[in-house]
Each structure stands twice: as C-alpha cells, then as structure tokens.
C-alpha cells in the first residue's frame, strides 16, 4: 500500500515539528470519549483499540478506556506511531499489525474500538477486509464499535471525488484520506459479517473546515477563552437531534455485537 507503515511513520515526524492543534484534538477525543461511555459495557475482560494516532497527538481514548478493561491492547500500523504510543500511555499492550491483517486468535476480544481507521484505505475493498478482521476477533456476546468519515456528507463527499495529492497541495487534507462508506452502507457490512447492529449515530457535528483553524488560532488564548470555545463546539452536538443530522455529522458511528 502507497500509505501505509512507511507513510505514517514519516507523517509522524512531520507533525511533530508543526504546531499542534491540541484545542481541536481536545474537543475530538471528548466525543468520541462520550460516544465510548454511551455505547460500550463499563467494564470487559479483552478490549482492543485500533489505531494510535490520536493518542500520540492528543489524549485519544486510551484515558477513558483504561478503566473499562482487564487489558487493554492498541495497534498501530507505524512502529514509530505505536513506540510514541507506548510512551505516553503506561500500562496497555502496544502492538505494531495492520488492520486488515490482525494477529490475534478468533474471538479474541470482548470489545474492539475502531475509530477512523478503516478510513485511510486506497480501496473500499481493503475497508471492507478490515471490518471483517475487526468482527473476526471479537468473542460471542462482544461488541464492534466502528466510527468512519460519513460518506453522506457534503465535504466528505466532495473530498472523496477530488484526488488527493490536489487536497494535499491546496492545504485542505493533513494527511491521506481514502475511500468510506455511509452509515446505512456501514451497518448493512456489519449484517453481513453476520454481526447484530444495535445502534447507527453521527457525531462531530460542527463544521471542520472552519472549526479548525479557529481552534488552532484559539490556542494562544487565555485558559477562560479556550473553554467557551470548546463549550461552544460541543453544542454543535445538538445537531444530531435533528432529522439532518446524516449531512451535519462528519463521522458515521455503528455498533453491533456478535451473536453467541
């Protein structure tokens, strides 16, 4: 794959000499933390997260993770971005492993937690081999949360029609974004891999391409500042209420749970 270890690895190092947009990974890592308490048990055995990115860059899920499980593995495909990783984050199993090639035993897990992973794939058939990984080791009776870049949103959709070295140049893309799916698309997948789909939402409701510079200029704000900004990106949440939330939320979310 042209974007996969090598590419990630030398992502990591070019962000790392760039500003960081920690305001804007702040208000990221806390939906999908809140989507986590809504949707998963408190407490399970095996729990695997995929991907962990967010968790070099920002606090990611790990935080809120750790307490849910007797142990808690994260993968990476970048052994920089897992080694980064395992620094910041004591007390988890760090493994480097693609996706779509997951070197774990049959129903390995009670909980496997993929957010915007399966996202960053060339092709929607690779997508497609690594939620049938992801369904793959999770155990009878445990549960598959997938979030992905929601295909039924205008900016997504636009995006997925441009080529990416284009986005790249014009500053609209950090990093490679590849072919997803909407979340009717997402559960019928699910269905598919012989999974029971308990619930479809949308999240991260505000729009991004302006919500990001703004936070990235906030950063240099007063604490007090930072956090009516926040508080004001999260009432975008509301959203989600409404009948046009599949065109406002910009990741489509799905869990289903595997039959015994």
Known sequence: MAYGSTYWSGLFEQLLAEQPAHLWRDHSDSIN?????RWLPESCRDLLKTDLFDEVFGKGLLPA????????????VSPRIAHAAQSRHAGIEVLVADVCALPFADGSFDAVIS??????????????????ELARVVRPGGRLLV????ASHPIVALRNHL????????GLVPYFVGR???????????????????????????????????TRAAQAAPGSWQRRLLAGLRGFEELARLPTRRWTGHFACALAEKPY
């Open 33 to 37: 933390a809140a989507l986590v308490a």
């Open 65 to 76: 993770l750790r307490t849910r499980a007797d142990r808690l593995v994260g993968l990476d």
């Open 115 to 132: 957010n915007s992973t399966l996202d960053h794939f060339e092709s929607e058939a690779l997508l497609l081999q690594g939620l049938a």
């Open 147 to 150: 979030t992905l870049d929601n």
């Open 163 to 170: 080529p990416y070295p284009l986005l790249q140049r014009l």
């Open 180 to 214: 997803t799916l909407n979340l009717e698309q997402l559960q019928a997948e699910l269905r598919g891999l012989g999974l029971r789909v308990l619930e479809g939402d949308y999240i991260l409701h505000c729009p991004r391409v302006a919500c990001i510079p703004l």
